[in-house]
T-cell receptor, first 115, second 108 residues
């Protein structure tokens, strides 16, 4: 029973390029969350999605960032025109639902470096 | 007030000693709570879930005080492998909002 799968694990992009991070939730989980962790800082919520719907994007920067979770395939976090400040670890997590007892499980993260 | 507040530490703990630290939360609607641990450059991993007044799992004990809106974590007989950042997470609906975490360093 595979856990939350993220790829790529490490990604290097030049300033101005696009970064696409993928996340496949655990089997049976229909809720996906994306978090960002800057060096030496805590986890910051970005976006929460269900299949084909964005439920809460209150943590997403207003520009350049977008997320989707299509009916088929993984969730994608897309960062356009990357800047050095986007260098961070991006963690995806999934849960079976939103009930208060539902635990959220994390993937191993995608480390983005912008040069 | 922040949703979750934790003492960042670090708590320097001799091996074998006991360490305890608190987490305060602002959302009184939080129904359940989680403690995660995060090692350097790793993903957060679930340590313990708390649904009522507390929970105990081996050397780890969590206690919840709903009236004062805080939850504590106590680690007994600390091991070197307990060195990590411990993240407190109140759970209501939707996203998990993480605190900045408490760093624990267990020394030989």
């Amino acid at each position: 029973n595979a856990g939350v799968m993220q790829n790529p694990r490490h990604l290097v992009r030049r300033r101005g390029q696009e970064a696409r991070l993928r996340c496949s939730p655990m089997k049976g989980h229909s809720h996906v969350y994306w978090y960002r962790q800057l060096p030496e800082e805590g986890l910051k919520f970005m976006v929460y999605l269900q299949k084909e719907n964005i439920i809460d994007e209150s943590g997403m920067p207003k520009e350049r960032f977008s997320a989707e979770f299509p009916k088929e395939g993984p969730s994608i976090l897309r960062i356009q025109q990357v800047v050095r400040g986007d260098s961070a670890a991006y963690f995806c997590a999934s849960s079976p639902g939103t009930a208060s007892g539902n635990t959220i499980y994390f993937g191993e993260g995608s480390w983005l470096t912008v040069v | 007030r922040k949703e979750v507040e934790q003492d960042p530490g670090p708590f320097n703990v001799p091996e074998g000693a006991t360490v305890a630290f608190n987490c305060t939360y602002s959302n009184s609607a939080s129904q359940s709570f989680f403690w995660y641990r995060q090692d350097c450059r790793k993903e957060p991993k679930l340590l313990m879930s708390v649904y009522s007044s507390g929970n105990e799992d081996g050397r780890f004990t969590a206690q919840l005080n709903r009236a004062s809106q805080y939850i504590s974590l106590l680690i007994r007989d600390s091991k070197l492998s307990d060195s990590a950042t411990y993240l407190c997470v109140p759970r209501s609906w939707g996203k998990l909002q993480f605190g900045a975490g408490t760093q624990v360093v267990v020394t030989p």
